[in-house]
């Protein structure tokens, strides 16, 4: 009797030694598939919410309205972190994928851009220009505006340059070539995603700037306040030139290291661009 129950006892205990092994098998697989669908829940939420944020951060950063307003630095890196964590994939664009315009373009002629606006306000604009490969955006202003451009995919050449606001040893030069006026270099290299957002501002920055796509891009805009004819604050294209009297400006950058200079002359030409439609995430407003 004895025996017996020992027997059992002992075939119990291998029993319940098998079944705990099992036991923690199946827990920690529980624990990994808890902890996968956590990380799917958690990349889920931030596909949809990243432009539920962007929108949020635009909303409380340009509150003023204002024209001419610059945010506080806080304000600045608070949205430009938001900027420089965003991904084509959070508002569901890729390069590849884009239906870039079928006008192939020419030596004279660049084939279209295509302007997807995201969501318009009185106190913020943000959309996403479509370029394909030797696609342009001309050079143009931001009047009273601080502007932040974030290249989501693709390679292109950006050029940007600040008004001279003190160039009295340039006016004989003005003088002559009328409607121009001189502006400073501030930014002229090739981008590449991914990168860091940049930032311009009503008076510096690179206010005034162009962009050539070397390869089909995707480009993310944040304007505030929007362009707006009615308060002043018109799109005005222009051409940069150089003339015998640029000759003038070498002593200057000479004198501050190598600071490059050009002339700007105002276009009466408009940039066309292609409508595209917004099918990211939906923005709660």
Not at 21 to 45: A, D, F, G, V, Y
Not at 100 to 106: A, H, I, K, L, P
Not at 188 to 203: G, M, Q, T
Not at 260 to 277: D, I, K, P, S
Request: glycine share 6%; net charge positive.
């Amino acid at each position: 009797m004895n025996i017996g129950r020992i027997l059992l006892t002992k075939k119990s205990l291998l029993t319940g030694r098998r079944y705990s092994h099992l036991s923690k098998k199946m827990k920690k697989k529980t624990n990994k598939e808890s902890q996968r669908r956590k990380l799917i829940r958690k990349r889920s939420s931030k596909e949809k919410n990243m432009v539920q944020k962007l929108y949020d951060t635009c909303k409380e950063v340009f509150a003023s309205g204002k024209a001419g307003y610059v945010p506080p630095p806080s304000d600045i890196h608070r949205l430009k972190s938001v900027l420089d964590s965003l991904e084509p994939k959070d508002i569901k664009l890729t390069a590849p994928s884009l239906e870039f315009s079928s006008r192939n373009g020419t030596e004279d002629e660049a084939p279209l851009v295509t302007y997807i606006i995201m969501e318009y306000a009185c106190i913020f604009q943000i959309g996403i220009f479509c370029l394909p490969p030797c696609g342009v955006i001309p050079l143009h202003n931001h009047p009273g505006m601080t502007v932040f451009c974030k290249l989501l995919a693709g390679t292109m050449h950006a050029t940007s340059y600040d008004w001279v606001q003190n160039h009295q040893q340039f006016n004989h030069c003005e003088q002559q070539l009328a409607g121009i006026r001189l502006a400073k270099v501030h930014f002229d290299a090739d981008l590449s995603a991914p990168c860091n957002a940049s930032v311009l501002f009503p008076e510096s920055g690179g206010n005034l700037h162009c962009f050539k796509a070397l390869t089909p891009c995707i480009l993310l805009d944040v304007l505030g306040p929007p362009y707006s004819e009615s308060e002043g604050r018109r799109c005005t294209h222009y051409q940069d030139f150089t003339y015998d009297c640029f000759s003038d400006v070498k002593e200057v950058e000479a004198e501050e290291d190598g600071t490059r200079y050009a002339w700007l002359q105002e276009r009466n030409e408009q940039f066309v661009v292609l409508g595209g439609t917004y099918d990211g995430p939906t923005i709660q407003i």
